[in-house]
Antibody
């Protein structure tokens, strides 16, 4: 069955970086796009960007450009999202999600990774 | 920047009732990109409806989506206890995805 399994919770200080992983199984990793979405406590989801596993191309939401990097390792079917210069407002649950190419919806989601930013 | 506004913010109903949730866009949205998700506490969002009106795999037929242009609706007939959750609409446009702020459906 399709699974996206994310890395564990992180606590970071302001100014630090965090790297979250998302390991895919149950399907061919390069056949689907991977997106990253975050959700602050009590808020709606917020879109961060897309990774194309086939060639590693990325496209980031304007809000995160210059601060986020999305990569992948096709040998382990794992996607990564690194966010730099963390601030308290970045405290959120970070999700990876899968998209059937050009479908414009996310059919499977990871379980989420809590990133807490606090001094 | 396109904004999705969901209403009401909270909807208080009982099992067996029908529910109508609204998602209004600040400009016209392509119907094929309008999506609804359900989210329960401590869980990731779950895909319900895509393309404004198509049910995702395994979604009961009491869930239905409709609408076009800038106004979309999620209808849940005969609420079951497991339907009480937060519902989000989402759209794709301008190379970015946008989510609404959610409607909380509570007993």
């Amino acid at each position: 069955q399709v699974q996206l399994v994310q890395s564990g919770a992180e606590v970071k200080k302001p100014g630090a970086s965090v790297k979250v992983s998302c390991k895919a199984s149950g399907y061919t990793f390069t056949d689907y796009y991977i997106h990253w979405v975050r959700q602050a406590p009590g808020q709606g989801p917020e879109y961060m960007g897309i990774l194309y596993p086939t060639d590693g191309r990325t496209s980031y939401a304007q809000k995160f450009q210059g601060r986020v990097t999305m990569t992948r390792d096709t040998s382990t079917s794992t996607a990564y999202m690194e966010l730099n210069s963390l601030r308290s407002e970045d405290t959120a649950i970070y999700y990876c999600a899968r998209e059937v190419p050009e479908a414009y919806y996310f059919d499977f989601w990871g379980q989420g990774t809590l990133v807490a930013v606090s001094s | 920047e396109l904004v999705l506004t969901q209403s009401p913010g909270t909807l208080s109903l009982s099992p067996g009732d029908g529910a109508t949730l609204s998602c209004r866009a600040s400009q016209s949205v392509r119907s094929f990109s309008l999506v609804w998700y359900q989210q329960k506490p401590g869980q990731a969002p779950r895909l319900l409806i895509y393309g404004a009106s198509s049910r995702a795999t395994g979604i009961p037929d009491r869930f239905s989506g409709s609408g076009s242009g800038a106004d979309f609706t999620l209808t849940i007939s005969r609420l079951e206890p497991e339907d009480f959750a937060v519902y989000y609409c989402q759209q794709y446009g301008g190379s970015e995805y946008t989510f609404g702020q959610g409607t909380r459906l509570e007993i």
